[in-house]
């Protein structure tokens, strides 16, 4: 008698959570943007699970948009390709879900902080 495992089902969140912890471990990213919705959920002390991060399915195929800022003095490009291996990656070892496309938004730029600048730099 061969008996039946049953269904394995994977909450839309945990796919959020790995893109989430792949793009903020890439060295060069420093946060995941906010929308509108994101800044007052911020101003209320609530982090929505879905900042910065669109997902859709498609038959069993996962399409990732990220919405990043980074650090400066990164190269943008091969960042942007970095968190797009990675992110790919991620999914797949962690969910065995084919990756159709990560595709990132390079947003804005951390500002350096006048700590950091030297007085040529200030001006």
Do not use: C, W
């Not at 839309?12 to 893109?19: G, K, R, Y």
């Not at 509108?36 to 002390?45: E, M, P």
């Not at 968190?83 to 804005?108: F, K, S």
Request: cysteine-free.
């Amino acid at each position: 008698m061969e008996e039946k495992p049953g269904k394995v089902i994977i909450a839309p969140q945990v796919l959020l959570t790995i893109a989430r912890l792949t793009a903020l471990g890439t060295p060069g990213v420093a946060s995941l943007s906010h929308s509108l919705a994101g800044n007052v959920s911020r101003f209320l002390r609530r982090q929505r699970l879905d900042e910065g991060i669109r997902l859709r399915i498609e038959d069993d195929v996962v399409y990732v948009d990220l919405y990043i800022i980074v650090e400066p003095n990164v190269n943008l490009l091969g960042l942007g390709r970095q968190v797009q291996r990675e992110t790919a990656r991620a999914i797949d070892e962690m969910l065995g879900m084919h990756v159709g496309e990560v595709n990132v938004h390079i947003e804005d730029v951390v500002l350096p902080s006048l700590d950091n600048l030297s007085e040529e730099e200030i001006g």
